[in-house]
């Protein structure tokens, strides 16, 4: 086989130039490579590792050549897509170990050429950027025990400590995507869970196991408190893990959730049914019968090619996404699944919305507005902190058709919860900071999420989610973000009205920073910043379920006037003279 890949390599590049100083042909790039291996596979991806990217060659024509599946899907983890940012590529990389081994190998021979040349602008930018790949590249893989089980796990970043656990259950971790868009402020660690993917280990499979295996990870790696996340699943054992330990969780991400009433995944069933074509049915049921007879890989691909092209909001989409390669690199565990997932329907049966509604943490609910079971927003309903971040456009799995969207959530909610820096503020005091921000800050992203989610909890509405207006921003106005102990606890905003009037919006401040004069100090601030505009009043408008708000704008001075702009989610109208 590697004497295949080989040949396919140098037939392929024929005639490229790599750019040393020099100029040599590239398949010596591909061969320096090559050698950092001494396992037959890995030298194979390491000799085919641009062969997609920069020939008319195609995955099919590895397959035709004898190419097994581990060797394909790593050549498609390491082709770059036309428009894919470079952080979301090594993002997608990292998530396959036998690409990420190459990809550090094929960077470490770029880095050493580019040294090589001369000192340039261009140059320096890609040194810094394969250097910066080159550290999220480099996480950590680590066999760790557990109680009856070995767990594959991949750590990567620094910063506040998260965990993710993959879909299933009785798949393989997929979401090292996700751990790209924050390494750079969290300590992330992906696992393979009990029984399936690189991890071993008897059962019980059941919810209880899955949970004490969380708990015994935090241990492990000695984190007192963290976040707790996944996705699909995992999402409910996220969920599961903090019901069980909240005194141990800083937060959950309920990224592409199921609902919490097991009957609901009948209607999504249906749903992803309806997504598909009458013979595309009439296929899914045939295979079915086929794989219920005996194994068949070739089945079993079609099978699940046909079932996860309903998890995304567009076929195009689907399609996209799919000739990258499998959901999972890994087959399910279908022993595990059953087990897992009986527990799973009769925990759900059993209720927990009573456990919910008294969870004490914050909880994300990234959901795509197309997934085929929306459900969660419950979840975003019930949890007393939770934060309803719905993704357009985007269905089961929304950060492979909007990574920025889940990027920015993500990133904004994983540093509202980072532990605060000793020493912050003038001696260390607290003081709180005030810092211009945009609407494109991922803490705003969160923050205003967190504000429309809080207002329609409190109402007994169903979440809606929201977005910043873009006149917020400078020359138009000014957004704030108060941060004490180095943390962003609040925002707010001010912008003019015209005839030297100024209006405030969106005020904020995070639950657990209320009650320490964040709100006060901010709305103090974007009074200032309106006077130095020019304005001689500022007005806000406010819902009458945000008592301690109002009670603050009375203490500051507002008094209540008549509606002035017609906003229908408001319910009070308040001025300010700003003379004095």
Same mark, same amino acid.
């Given at each position: 086989m590697l004497g295949r890949a080989i040949g396919m390599a140098c037939e392929a590049h024929r005639g490229q130039v790599y750019p040393t100083p020099q100029g040599e042909p590239y398949v010596l790039h591909l061969f320096r490579v090559m050698l950092a291996f001494e396992d037959a596979a890995a030298r194979s991806v390491a000799v085919l590792h641009d062969i997609l990217e920069d020939t008319p060659t195609t995955a099919r024509d590895l397959v035709e050549a004898g190419m097994s599946p581990e060797i394909v899907d790593a050549v498609v983890a390491l082709t770059r897509d036309p428009g894919e940012t470079y952080a979301s590529y090594i993002a997608r990389v990292?998530?396959?170990?036998?690409?990420?081994?190459?990809?550090?190998?094929?960077?470490?021979?770029?880095?050493?050429?580019?040294?090589?040349?001369?000192?340039?602008?261009?140059?320096?930018?890609?040194?810094?950027?394969?250097?910066?790949?080159?550290?999220?590249?480099?996480?950590?893989?680590e066999a760790v025990a557990v109680p009856g089980a070995s767990l594959w796990t991949w750590s990567v970043g620094a910063g506040t400590p998260l965990v993710l656990a993959h879909g299933g259950p009785g798949l393989s971790n997929n979401l090292g995507p996700i751990a790209g868009m924050v390494d750079d402020v969290a300590a992330v660690h992906l696992y393979d869970q009990r029984g399936g993917g690189r991890s071993a280990g008897g059962g019980p499979f059941d919810v209880e196991t899955f949970v004490a295996d969380l708990e015994a990870l935090r241990r492990h790696w000695g984190h007192e408190r963290w976040i707790v996340g996944g996705h699909s699943w995992g999402a409910a054992l996220a969920l599961f893990y903090a019901l069980a330990h909240p005194e141990r969780t800083l937060g959950v991400v309920y990224l592409g959730g199921t609902s919490i009433r097991w009957e609901a995944r009948e209607r999504a069933h249906a749903e992803r049914m309806r997504r598909l074509t009458a013979a595309e049915r009439e296929e899914l049921d045939t295979l079915a019968l086929r794989l219920a007879r005996r194994e068949d890989d070739e089945a079993r691909a079609r099978f699940l090619r046909l079932l996860w092209t309903t998890d995304f909001a567009t076929r195009a989409a689907a399609d996209g996404a799919l000739e990258r390669g499998p959901l999972y690199e890994y087959p399910r565990a279908d022993a595990v699944a059953r087990s897992v997932e009986d527990d799973w329907r009769r925990r759900l049966d059993g209720g927990i919305e009573d456990q919910l509604?008294?969870?004490?943490?914050?909880?994300?609910?990234?959901?795509?507005?197309?997934?085929?079971?929306?459900?969660? &927003?419950? @979840? #975003?309903?019930? +949890?007393? =902190? /939770?934060?309803?971040?719905p993704i357009a456009g985007a269905g089961h799995s929304p950060w492979l058709e909007d990574p920025a969207a889940v990027g920015r959530y993500l990133r904004g909610f994983v540093l509202s919860l980072a532990a605060p820096e000793s020493g912050s503020g003038p001696e260390g005091s607290g003081a709180i900071e005030f810092r211009?921000?945009?609407?494109?800050?991922?803490?705003l992203t969160f923050f205003d999420a967190a504000l429309s989610a809080e207002v329609d909890r409190r109402r007994g509405h169903a979440p809606t989610g929201t977005s910043l207006p873009a006149d917020l921003e400078p020359p138009d106005g000014a957004i704030l973000v108060a941060h004490r102990h180095? &943390?962003? @606890? #609040?925002?707010? +905003?001010? =912008? /003019?009205?015209?005839?030297?009037?100024?209006?405030?919006?969106?005020?904020?401040?995070?639950?657990?920073?209320?009650?320490?004069?964040?709100?006060?100090?901010?709305?103090?601030?974007?009074?200032?910043?309106?006077?130095?505009?020019?304005?001689?009043?500022?007005?806000?408008?406010t819902a009458d379920v945000l008592a301690e708000a109002i009670a603050l704008y009375r203490a500051r001075g507002y008094a209540e006037v008549p509606d002035y702009n017609g906003n229908d989610a408001a319910d009070r109208w308040f001025e300010k003279s700003l003379a004095g």
């Open positions: 990292a998530a396959n170990g036998l690409a990420r081994r190459v990809k550090m190998a094929d960077i470490a021979d770029n880095l050493a050429n580019n040294r090589r040349l001369p000192v340039t602008p261009e140059v320096s930018a890609r040194v810094a950027r394969y250097e910066a790949a080159l550290d999220r590249l480099g996480g950590a893989e509604a008294a969870l004490p943490v914050p909880v994300l609910v990234l959901h795509g507005e197309a997934d085929p079971d929306p459900g969660a &927003r419950e @979840v #975003g309903r019930i +949890a007393p =902190r /939770g934060v309803w971040a211009d921000a945009r609407t494109s800050d991922p803490v180095g &943390r962003p @606890v #609040g925002m707010g +905003a001010v =912008r /003019g009205l015209g005839g030297a009037i100024a209006e405030v919006k969106r005020m904020y401040v995070s639950p657990d920073a209320r009650g320490e004069g964040v709100g006060g100090a901010l709305l103090g601030r974007l009074e200032m910043l309106a006077r130095e505009r020019g304005c001689r009043s500022v007005r806000l408008d």
